[in-house]
């Protein structure tokens, strides 16, 4: 049986797909049999992210409507080997998603995986309906700005009453708070919301905070996740939360404003 | 014959609305001192007066006959625009369709109960059924809903009270046909007495509400006075005006 994660937000840009492509590559480097999902049908990013986009052949529409097999669609990782990816098409759109195609997706998926991540388009509308709908898990991922929060807390609304556990009465989803492009500097000078309050109005474990990093922009482009960067913060912040996914106690790095020393100024201090 | 309507063919529709309106509460027919007031008014809030369509409200006058063309008058003059009248004798209302405005009956008929005779808000909430599961609770008495009402949710107890066991987020909105507490922030909407119910308040331990509404008097959040933010507050009517005032 796998877990199935979705990672959503509500709002675009907020670092879905690269939270998404580090998750899934934490798990792996863990030893757990990850897939994970692109549902962002006709913006699709995520082979990017993860450094695959020359080995799409099919997609997850062409799974859904029977034009491939999920074996031929399935991407092996060049770096893991427990992980997989299931690319989104770029020339259709959303509606070519079907709710039973999904589902028979995440079954068949189900069988072979310890975990499946879902990486939600952004909005509330079909696609990201259909990426949260079977979800057992939520990432909530949320920038330190009020309408981030707010969409976070319309998405939090809908994991509670449009998916399959709220609709079957079942145990509701669990869901878990990470907070991206996390800036001290700037929560201290009154620039970004801070911690508390975030945690205050959505009301939700944190699951991990990633600071904002030269190391994210850098994974993206060069198409490969960032906790493959190991002494990046970033790349450490994300260890953490995948740690924290397996209900491991890590605590908290990141969020407190670091001065640097005289010869940390003079070189440049550590990786960011 | 057919009985297809041709959608193209059709002129207009028929349909029910709810608009915003001001309503001009006269406490005298005097048109000087009713130009001298709105004189006054113009200066200080020039915006206001753009055309504005009022509703011109004559309950409180105990006058059979009225100089409503002329009150009518100053009115455009200070570019309110007069669109009906409500209450008052029979000759007012002939005078008022004379005069092409519509006429509403007194309020007070439509209201169904006063202060005096509602339970106030301290009382109904034992009578409540105490829900232990999380799933929101209904009944005629009333309603708790333990959780966080989300942005985009809607939490309504149409009959009686609406208990928010937590807090109420912005974009969020509570209703209850009478009060609401909410024992967490109140960030979202909150409207009380949404029937009509003057003697229906809300209640919160940190006042943020985007707006607060008992029996349709509402004020928004720039209206609130800044010092009450972040308080915990009763809110309630109080001859018409929306009362806001701590809790401690």
């Given at each position: 049986?796998?877990?199935?994660?979705?990672?959503?937000?509500?709002?675009?840009?907020?670092?879905?797909?690269?939270?998404?492509?580090?998750?899934?590559?934490?798990?792996?480097?863990?030893?757990?049999?990850?897939?994970?999902?692109?549902?962002?049908?006709?913006?699709?990013?995520?082979?990017?992210?993860?450094?695959?986009?020359?080995?799409?052949?099919?997609?997850?529409?062409?799974?859904?409507?029977?034009?491939?097999?999920?074996?031929?669609?399935?991407?092996?990782?060049?770096?893991?080997?427990?992980?997989?990816?299931?690319?989104?098409?770029?020339?259709?759109?959303?509606?070519?998603?079907?709710?039973?195609?999904?589902?028979?997706?995440?079954?068949?998926?189900?069988?072979?995986?310890?975990?499946?991540?879902?990486?939600?388009?952004?909005?509330?509308?079909?696609?990201?309906?259909?990426?949260?709908?079977?979800?057992?898990?939520?990432?909530?991922?949320?920038?330190?700005?009020?309408?981030?929060?707010?969409?976070?807390?319309?998405?939090?609304?809908?994991?509670?009453?449009?998916?399959?556990?709220?609709?079957?009465?079942?145990?509701?989803?669990?869901?878990?708070?990470?907070?991206?492009?996390?800036?001290?500097?700037?929560?201290?000078?009154?620039?970004?919301?801070?911690?508390?309050?975030?945690?205050?109005?959505?009301?939700?474990?944190?699951?991990?905070?990633?600071?904002?990093?030269?190391?994210?922009?850098?994974?993206?482009?060069?198409?490969?996740?960032?906790?493959?960067?190991?002494?990046?913060?970033?790349?450490?912040?994300?260890?953490?939360?995948?740690?924290?996914?397996?209900?491991?106690?890590?605590?908290?790095?990141?969020?407190?404003?670091?001065?640097?020393?005289?010869?940390?100024?003079?070189?440049?201090?550590?990786?960011? | 014959?057919?009985?297809?309507?041709?959608?193209?063919?059709?002129?207009?529709?028929?349909?029910?609305?709810?608009?915003?309106?001001?309503?001009?509460?006269?406490?005298?027919?005097?048109?000087?001192?009713?130009?001298?007031?709105?004189?006054?008014?113009?200066?200080?809030?020039?915006?206001?007066?753009?055309?504005?369509p009022v509703v011109l409200s004559v309950e409180q006058l105990d006058e059979p006959h009225l100089a409503l063309e002329r009150i009518c008058a100053v009115c455009r003059a200070h570019k309110l625009l007069p669109v009906a009248v409500?209450?008052?004798?029979?000759?007012?209302?002939?005078?008022?369709?004379?005069?092409?405005?519509?006429?509403?009956?007194?309020?007070?008929?439509?209201?169904?109960?006063?202060?005096?005779?509602?339970?106030?808000?301290?009382?109904?909430?034992?009578?409540?059924?105490?829900?232990?599961?999380?799933?929101?609770?209904?009944?005629?008495?009333?309603?708790?809903?333990?959780?966080?009402?989300?942005?985009?949710?809607?939490?309504?107890?149409?009959?009686?009270?609406?208990?928010?066991?937590?807090?109420?987020?912005?974009?969020?909105?509570?209703?209850?046909?009478?009060?609401?507490?909410?024992?967490?922030?109140?960030?979202?909407?909150?409207?009380?007495?949404?029937?009509?119910?003057?003697?229906?308040?809300?209640?919160?331990?940190?006042?943020?509400?985007?707006?607060?509404?008992?029996?349709?008097?509402?004020?928004?959040?720039?209206?609130?006075?800044?010092?009450?933010?972040?308080?915990?507050?009763?809110?309630?009517?109080?001859?018409?005006?929306?009362?806001?005032?701590?809790?401690?």
């Amino acid at each position: 049986m796998a877990k199935i994660i979705v990672v959503t937000s509500g709002k675009g840009g907020v670092g879905k797909t690269t939270s998404a492509a580090a998750i899934a590559t934490g798990l792996a480097l863990r030893g757990q049999k990850t897939a994970v999902i692109d549902f962002d049908v006709g913006l699709r990013n995520l082979d990017l992210i993860m450094g695959c986009e020359r080995r799409v052949v099919y997609d997850l529409v062409n799974v859904i409507q029977g034009e491939a097999g999920l074996n031929q669609a399935l991407i092996r990782d060049k770096r893991v080997d427990n992980l997989h990816i299931l690319p989104a098409s770029q020339t259709r759109d959303k509606d070519a998603l079907t709710l039973e195609g999904v589902e028979t997706v995440l079954n068949t998926l189900n069988k072979d995986f310890d975990y499946i991540v879902c990486d939600s388009p952004a909005g509330i509308e079909r696609g990201a309906q259909l990426a949260m709908y079977f979800a057992d898990e939520a990432i909530v991922v949320t920038n330190p700005e009020v309408s981030s929060v707010r969409d976070s807390d319309r998405i939090l609304g809908l994991l509670s009453s449009k998916t399959r556990r709220a609709e079957r009465g079942e145990e509701p989803i669990k869901e878990h708070l990470l907070i991206t492009r996390y800036n001290p500097n700037r929560v201290d000078s009154g620039d970004m919301l801070n911690l508390e309050d975030i945690q205050e109005i959505l009301a939700i474990k944190l699951v991990g905070l990633i600071p904002e990093s030269e190391a994210v922009l850098r994974a993206s482009n060069q198409g490969v996740p960032v906790t493959h960067d190991d002494q990046s913060d970033a790349g450490q912040a994300y260890s953490d939360t995948v740690a924290r996914l397996m209900e491991e106690d890590v605590p908290l790095r990141f969020h407190q404003y670091q001065k640097k020393g005289l010869l940390s100024r003079m070189f440049g201090g550590n990786r960011r | 014959m057919s009985l297809k309507v041709d959608r193209d063919g059709m002129a207009f529709t028929f349909k029910g609305g709810m608009l915003p309106m001001t309503v001009m509460e006269l406490t005298s027919a005097d048109p000087e001192r009713i130009r001298e007031q709105l004189a006054g008014k113009l200066s200080q809030s020039p915006a206001f007066f753009q055309h504005t369509p009022v509703v011109l409200s004559v309950e409180q006058l105990d006058e059979p006959h009225l100089a409503l063309e002329r009150i009518c008058a100053v009115c455009r003059a200070h570019k309110l625009l007069p669109v009906a009248v409500r209450g008052g004798t029979d000759p007012v209302k002939q005078s008022s369709w004379a005069l092409g405005l519509g006429w509403f009956p007194p309020q007070e008929a439509g209201r169904p109960r006063t202060l005096e005779s509602v339970p106030t808000a301290d009382e109904p909430v034992e009578e409540a059924p105490v829900v232990d599961e999380p799933a929101p609770a209904a009944g005629a008495v009333g309603r708790i809903y333990r959780g966080t009402v989300r942005s985009g949710q809607q939490v309504t107890a149409p009959e009686g009270d609406l208990v928010v066991v937590g807090a109420v987020n912005a974009g969020a909105e509570v209703l209850a046909g009478g009060s609401v507490h909410v024992y967490g922030a109140l960030r979202g909407r909150a409207l009380a007495g949404i029937h009509g119910d003057a003697g229906a308040a809300i209640f919160c331990r940190e006042l943020r509400a985007e707006l607060l509404s008992v029996a349709g008097n509402y004020k928004r959040l720039e209206d609130i006075d800044p010092r009450l933010l972040g308080t915990g507050v009763q809110v309630r009517l109080d001859h018409d005006q929306l009362g806001i005032a701590p809790l401690d």
